[in-house]
C-alpha cells in the first residue's frame, strides 16, 4: 500500500515570504499525487494534482508543485504567501490501478503572519 | 461550496449510544467515500461505496457501518460509542469507480463525552 509523509507538521511563515510544504511518498506502483487544502471549519478542497506528463503542476491561489520521481516527493511551493493563505495542507496519494482510496499525510498547518 | 451535503454539522452524545451520519454526495456522482478526522490519527480513510455497493475498506471499525442507498445518499452508522471516536467526520464524492479528485461535504462533528 502507499503512504505520505509530511515532513512538517507547522510553518510559519511572513506575509509576502516564499513557502515551501514537503510531501515524500511511498508506493510501490506509479501513483497520483494531489495536494489539499482546508480553512477553518471547512472541507478540503483539491489545490492541485499530478497525474501524468510535465512533472511541475500549477494549481489554484499561485500554488505550484514538483512531482520527483527519483526522490518519491510531491513538495507544494508558493513564491508569496498571503494573510488568507493560513490553513491546513495535505497531501495525498493514490495508485494508479487495483486501489480506491486516496491516503492523506498528516498535514501542514501554515501560519502567515503580517 | 463542492456540492456534496452532511448532516448533522454538529452532534454531542454521549459513550455508549449510537449515531447516523448523513451524506448526499454531488449530483451524479456514483463514489462516496468517508474519512474520519481526529487530531491524533489525521484523515483516516474508513470506507468507500460506488453505486450502492461497498469497494474498498479503510480503518474502518466493526462498530462503525456505512450503506449507500439506490438515491446514491450515504449513511455512516457509528454505535457504542467511545469518548476516542470524537472526531470530524467527512464525507466525499468522486465521479467514477476509481478515485480521482475527491470532492468533500464540511463535516460532520462528533463529540462524545
Known sequence: AQSVTQLDSQVPVFEEAPVELRCNYSSSVSVYLFWYVQYPNQGLQLLLKYLSGSTLVKGINGFEAEFNKSQTSFHLRKPSVHISDTAEYFCAVRALYNNNDMRFGAGTRLTVKP | ?113
Request: overall charge negative.
Open chain 2, 1 to 113: 461550496d463542492s456540492g456534496v451535503t452532511q448532516t448533522p454539522k454538529h452532534l454531542i452524545t454521549a459513550t455508549g449510544q449510537r449515531v447516523t451520519l448523513r451524506c448526499s454526495p454531488r449530483s451524479g456522482d456514483l463514489s462516496v467515500y468517508w474519512y474520519q478526522q481526529s487530531l491524533d490519527q489525521g484523515l483516516q480513510f474508513l470506507i468507500q461505496y460506488y453505486n450502492g455497493e461497498e469497494r474498498a475498506k479503510g480503518n474502518i471499525l466493526e462498530r462503525f457501518s456505512a450503506q449507500q442507498f439506490p438515491d446514491l445518499h450515504s449513511e455512516l452508522n457509528l454505535s457504542s460509542l467511545e469518548l476516542g471516536d470524537s472526531a470530524l467526520y467527512f464525507c466525499a464524492s468522486t465521479p467514477g469507480r476509481v478515485a480521482g479528485e475527491l470532492f468533500f461535504g464540511e463535516g460532520s462533528r462528533l463529540t462524545v463525552l
